[in-house]
DNA sequence: TAGCGACCCTTGCATTGCAAGGTACTGTGT
DNA sequence: ACACAGTACCTTGCAATGCAAGGGTCGCTA
């Protein structure tokens, strides 16, 4: 992969398991679900890359699930959030704000410096 | 490591490049500087991260650095931005932007459906 | 019963942060 | 002159993880 676009991949890379908990606190859902909500942002994911991220969530009990039928097809883990995801998030919620902050303040020194 | 540490960690990690970029373009500067810089954010990175990090910045034509003397030690590789890299880098200032927004959406989106 | 789409999951590869270790230059103390 | 400490640059090997590719199962429909 070309390395310029490699390097804003990474950026996003970062943030999904961050983005996947947010969406998941948005109410239940399964996978295929996710991956929808996240193409409606600049996040892109696809079934290789989600399917052991939520099995991480999940062993590290994070996210929990429910099986539940579908009408067109097998069915499917809907996922929700546990306590301790929620909590979690919280937390994470508040380091990626003050992340925004550092990023802002690195761009601010450097233009303060022109 | 923890589970829950390593997840912000990677936030941090995805936005490394940036980060350096962004110092880089205030002004020239060595490995050290860099990292002294970091460690006022929230961001730590270590050398065995920072040079094979600026060796490949260099080879993809993003920094470039001349030698210089130092009054206590070894001589120094001192980096600056090159055209492309400035460019590069404008460019990266925008996704950032971008990601921010799709996040603070997808928190949005949620806070809605409670 | 054959085909298809929707789901779930696994394997192997490439990237990359990091711990640990290595080399080289400069100044200082003896 | 020699050893040592401090500073600087770099490499090696490991572990985590996104992703492409491939595989299995279920339920509907023709």
């Given amino acids: ?19 996947i908990l947010i969406i998941i606190k948005g109410g239940e859902i399964y996978a295929n679900g996710i991956i929808k ?4 942002t600049d996040l892109i994911v696809v079934e290789g890359t989600l399917y052991p991220l939520l099995s991480r ?10 099986w539940k039928e579908s009408k067109s097809g097998p069915p499917r883990k809907y996922y929700k959030l546990t306590k301790k995801g929620a909590e979690f998030l919280d937390v994470l919620e508040e380091s990626w704000g003050s992340l925004y902050k550092s990023i802002n303040s690195l761009i601010k020194d450097h233009e303060k410096s022109n």
């Fill in 1 to 19: 992969m070309d390395y310029l676009e490699n390097i804003q991949a990474q950026v996003r890379k970062g943030i999904l398991e961050f983005a």
């Fill in 57 to 66: 969530l999940k062993r590290n009990e994070l996210v929990e699930y429910v």
């Fill in 37 to 40: 909500k996240l193409k409606k």
